[in-house]
């Protein structure tokens, strides 16, 4: 029984074509963990905010005098490579071989990293994948003294509604059902959950539930940024020898883009957005907020976890049984300073919940 913060981490990832063609100015800098982000149009105003991890991709950049980034002589060294994998990855593997549920998060605005950081894109594999091939590799190192199983699942929520990714069959109207047992907790009823025993496969899967969700945002005339991407990851492990078994869960999310969102469909469809897509975001935030009140002693009568389908899905992993790492990703631009500042608060929140988690063992039925 162990209580421990959420673990958090930030990333900037480098300019992107916009950001070059627009000139725009680095607001953001980085010492060790430390990260300071300067309002571009106040030379005075800068904060900082201190992180369990920080991970600078923008290389090509170099400090001026006033501490400002500009771009340095071609060649010049990367100023922070990080080492995202070992850091986060491993840990939430441990973990899940230890028996305990672990979560990964990632948070930010659209365009800042979050997919790239979770999924990655072709040759940068990101997070779930690197996951993925050290998941079953330990699970054959460890061949002789359990027996696992690991099953895979990936959905959507999107205005409240929960799709399967990896159904082929034509959509559930009004989505897939959230529920709630005594001992599991709140779960998709339905959800598609698919056996795995390689890497390979499970890329695959993910393939497929990326096009799903891709081809379903176009079908609703919708954006992709504007819903939430979960996997779950059961692993099972029967210990023989102990007549013991270990379930963990590991969540995986890439969360809607953080950005304030602004509706491009139809007026229903705008009051419908309006209330129902940031439900899942703006209850996610409600519920950070009051468990970094509870962690400082403030009295806190209620935690709205029931509030949206997204926080019943990661109630565990917020307060609860699990042990849970965020990645938040920002943009070094001034164009995207609110934005940048406002992940930054955030995630300084979402540092102070405390968590407690277990192993979950029972004997082997
Ligand atoms: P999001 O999922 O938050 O909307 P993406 O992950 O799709 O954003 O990233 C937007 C673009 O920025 C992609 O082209 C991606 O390759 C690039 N990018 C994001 N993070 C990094 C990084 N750390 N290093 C290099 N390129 C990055
Ligand atoms: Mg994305």
Redesign the pocket.
């Known amino acids: 029984h162990s209580k421990d913060c959420v673990k958090v981490a930030v990333?900037?990832?480098?300019f992107?074509k916009r950001e070059r063609a627009a000139g725009s100015r680095c607001i953001v800098s980085m010492v060790t963990s430390s990260i300071t982000i300067q309002d571009p149009r106040e030379s005075q105003s800068r904060r900082s905010f201190c992180f369990d991890y920080a991970?600078w991709?923008?290389s090509g950049f170099t400090r001026d005098r006033g501490g400002l980034y500009v771009p340095e002589e071609p060649g010049g060294a990367i100023l922070r490579p990080?080492h995202v994998f070992q850091d986060l990855g491993e840990g939430i593997l441990e973990n899940a071989l230890q028996g305990y549920n672990a979560t990964l998060l990632?948070y930010?605005?659209?365009?800042?990293?979050?997919?790239?950081?979770?999924?990655g894109?072709g040759p940068?594999k990101g997070l779930v994948p690197k996951l993925c091939d050290r998941l079953f590799q330990a699970i054959r190192e460890n061949q002789d003294t359990r027996q696992c199983q690991v099953f895979f699942s990936m959905l959507e929520i999107y205005n409240e509604q929960v799709v399967d990714l990896l159904s082929r069959g034509s959509r559930t109207p009004g989505g897939l059902r959230v529920r709630e047992e005594q001992q599991r907790g709140f779960y998709v009823e339905g959800l598609r959950t698919v056996p795995c025993d390689s890497a390979p496969q499970v890329e695959q899967l993910m393939e497929q539930g990326t096009r799903t969700r891709t081809t379903a945002a176009t079908h609703m005339n919708a954006n992709s940024?504007r819903s939430h991407m979960l996997i779950i990851l059961q692993l099972k492990q029967i210990f023989s020898k102990e007549s013991i078994t270990k379930q963990s869960n590991i969540n995986l999310v890439?969360l809607a883009?953080s950005e304030r969102q602004r509706s491009s469909g139809s007026e229903a469809d705008r009051l419908k957005e309006g209330t129902a897509i940031n439900l899942s975001l703006t209850t996610l935030g409600n519920v950070i907020s009051s468990l970094a009140d509870v962690a400082v002693g403030k009295k806190v009568v209620h935690i709205p976890y029931r509030d949206s389908v997204l926080t019943k899905l990661l109630q565990s992993a917020l307060g609860g049984n699990s042990r849970t790492v965020m990645i938040a990703?920002l943009s070094p631009a001034d164009i995207c300073y609110e934005e940048s500042l406002s992940t930054l608060r955030y995630a300084e929140r979402a540092k102070r919940i405390q968590n407690r988690a277990v192993v979950n063992e029972s004997p082997t039925e």
């Open positions: 990333r900037v990832r480098p992107n991970y991709s923008h990080g990632a930010g605005q659209t365009g800042s990293g979050k997919s790239y950081s979770m999924v894109y940068n940024s890439d883009g990703t």
